[in-house]
């Protein structure tokens, strides 16, 4: 079975600051794809970012970007600039390219506070 | 507006009093899955379906049922209900994803969230 850990649960940033979250993985498998997801105070689940496995290219969204490493199975995620609104807590998620569905397997989340 | 809508947003009962928690999406999709959120532990699946009766147990499925009459509708149901499932509830919505990943990306798409408490 596959597992996520996220061992920062929590972090604090200074307003314009780079941060970096951090997450590792266990699989057995080839193919799979690697999510962030933010949740705000509203609670709602918010995908802030996505990387399939097969690419080498890490994903980059505006100001978040990742650090994928396949072989150490390592997946951070660095805000650059970091802002107010993104004081929430972030989820990295894990999801198989080979079994059917859309089962994701959650980290257990990192509390990031932005200081202004 | 394309969305993942869920009832109660928030609900407090007693143990043993059965409940149910609504979950609809608009977007025709396949699949649907719950999940449930606890401090230090993330979100962990409960249940999910593929499709119209077809529904099946994700990690963490006991005390509670589901069923998949209709593709829109997902309810969770918890029978007797009991403090040890006091949570945050998520229902999460995709189209079904199949059994190639590549280029086969499926965005899913949560509710806004259940909280629960049991006494």
């Known amino acids: 079975a596959q597992t996520v850990t996220q061992s920062q649960p929590e972090m604090s940033v200074q307003e314009a600051e780079t941060v970096t979250l951090s997450c590792t993985y266990d699989?057995?498998?080839?193919?799979?794809?690697l999510f962030w997801y933010k949740q705000p105070p509203s609670r709602q689940m918010i995908l802030v970012i996505r990387q399939e496995a097969y690419k080498q290219q890490n994903a980059t969204e505006n100001r978040f970007s990742v650090n994928f490493q396949k072989a150490a199975k390592s997946f951070s995620l660095k805000i650059s600039d970091s802002q107010l609104g993104d004081a929430a807590m972030y989820f990295c998620a894990y999801r198989s390219g080979k079994t059917s569905g859309s089962r994701l397997t959650f980290g257990e989340g990192t509390q990031l506070t932005v200081n202004p | 507006e394309a969305q993942v809508t869920q009832n109660p947003r928030y609900l407090i009962t007693v143990t043993g009093k059965k409940l149910t928690v609504t979950c609809s999406q608009n977007m025709n999709h396949e699949y649907m899955s719950w999940y449930r959120q606890d401090p230090g532990l993330g979100l962990r699946q409960i249940y999910y379906?593929?499709?119209?009766?077809?529904?099946d147990k994700g990690d963490v499925p006991e005390g509670y049922k589901v069923s998949r009459k209709e593709k829109r509708n997902f309810p969770l149901i918890l029978e007797s209900p009991s403090p040890n499932q006091t949570s945050l509830y998520f229902c999460?919505?995709?189209?079904?994803?199949?059994?190639?990943?590549?280029?086969?990306?499926?965005?899913?798409?949560f509710g806004p969230g259940t909280r629960l408490t049991v006494l």
């Open positions: 699989t057995s498998e080839s193919d799979y794809y």
């Open positions: 999460a919505s995709s189209l079904y994803g199949g059994t190639s990943g590549r280029g086969r990306f499926r965005e899913q798409f």
């Open positions: 379906s593929m499709n119209v009766e077809v529904t």
